[in-house]
Nanobody, 123 residues
């Protein structure tokens, strides 16, 4: 099993920044890809970004390219999502996810999920 714990959410004004963290524990050797998703009220959960466990490859949704950056710290088994130039439409619960094996970052069914962290952007 893999456990994921997100942190770093909060309330920020439009144009501001936040950094979300996702700490992985347990059988992290099984992880091949880590992803971030978000779910806004009344909307389906949406892919934001993903990174290979090695950190070599990254993927982003078009809506966040140039504003959000995914990265990881190998020594801490932690993946980060830097959120810059935040907009009110970025308000959502942000989830971290992990998957093993062959993964299409935006569409695969991730096996492990965190509990989510709320990001609220005020105008």
């Amino acid at each position: 099993q893999v456990q994921l714990v997100e942190s770093g959410g909060g309330l920020v004004q439009a144009g501001g920044s936040l950094r979300l963290s996702c700490a992985a524990s347990g059988r992290t050797g099984n992880i091949d890809v880590m992803g971030w998703f978000r779910q806004a009220p009344g909307k389906e959960r949406a892919f934001i970004a993903a990174i290979t466990w090695s950190g070599i490859s990254t993927w982003y949704a078009d809506s966040v390219k140039g504003r959000f950056t995914i990265s990881r710290d190998n020594t801490k088994n932690t993946v980060y999502l830097q959120l810059n130039s935040l907009k009110p439409e970025d308000t959502a619960v942000y989830y971290c996810a992990a998957n093993s094996g062959r993964t299409v970052p935006a569409t695969s069914k991730y096996r492990y999920w965190g509990q989510g962290t709320q990001v609220t952007v005020s105008s």
